[in-house]
T-cell receptor
Framework: SQTIHQWPATLVQPVGSPLSLECTVE??????LYWYRQAAGRGLQLLFY??????ISSEVPQNLSASRPQDRQFILSSKKLLLSDSGFYLC??????????????FGEGSRLTVL | DQQVKQNSPSLSVQEGRISILNCDYT??????FLWYKKYPAEGPTFLIS?????DKNEDGRFTVFLNKSAKHLSLHIVPSQPGDSAVYFC???????????FGQGTRLTINP
């Protein structure tokens, strides 16, 4: 069966520090991978998605970047965190093209607090 | 531009009654709709979906209704149980699109 893991689960970082959140998927090949953010009181905002190794699409301009060095690995990064980067970050995968006719499977989430 | 809208941020329902969560969308290209349930500090989990060729899909206590002409869908939970208390997200996608678009979520609280 397929599983998705992301870490760390909780992170408290000072403003201006770097960030790296990692996500891995097991039990499937060539998944579409996604990073979402849920800010306090807001919905799920798509940040990045990837349809293959090295292929990254950015949905909103921001202080973050994403990389996909391996088929089942998706990394969210920042060189210098801002206060507004605080939120709950979710990695997700789908097998069919972007979940167009399928569903997304989410990781456990990573809560980032920038102080 | 919020293409998927859940206008009720919260809903409170008595245990055993019906819970109705609503969702509106603006993009006429959307042809697949999903509902996700999310507990605090956890990732969302898929609940139920519906294709635009249908107007109703039922799975146990959960039923999703789609009104394409009104660009509106709703999730009915009956009977509501305390374990249903969570945030519910509506999501939509267009054929061939690479992503789901989510609504803002509705926090459902089931009172004993």
């Amino acid at each position: 069966s397929q599983t998705i893991h992301q870490w760390p689960a909780t992170l408290v970082q000072p403003v201006g520090s770097p960030l790296s959140l990692e996500c891995t998927v097991e039990g499937t090949s060539n998944p579409n991978l996604y990073w979402y953010r849920q800010a306090a009181g807001r919905g799920l905002q798509l940040l990045f998605y990837s349809v293959g190794i090295g292929q990254i699409s950015s949905e909103v301009p921001q202080n973050l970047s994403a990389s996909r060095p391996q088929d089942r690995q998706f990394i969210l990064s920042s060189k210098k965190l801002l206060l507004s980067d605080s939120g709950f970050y979710l990695c997700a995968w789908s097998l069919l093209a972007g979940g167009g006719t399928g569903e997304l499977f989410f990781g456990e989430g990573s809560r980032l607090t920038v102080l | 531009d919020q293409q998927v809208k859940q206008n009720s941020p919260s809903l409170s329902v008595q245990e055993g009654r019906i819970s109705i969560l609503n969702c509106d969308y603006t993009n006429s290209m959307f042809d697949y709709f999903l509902w996700y349930k999310k507990y605090p500090a956890e990732g969302p989990t898929f609940l139920i979906s519906i294709s635009s060729i249908k107007d109703k899909n039922e799975d146990g206590r959960f039923t999703v209704f789609l009104n394409k002409s009104a660009k509106h869908l709703s999730l009915h939970i009956v009977p509501s149980q305390p374990g249903d208390s969570a945030v519910y997200f509506c999501a939509a996608s267009a054929l061939g699109a690479q992503k789901l678009v989510f609504g803002q979520g509705t926090r459902l609280t089931i009172n004993p």
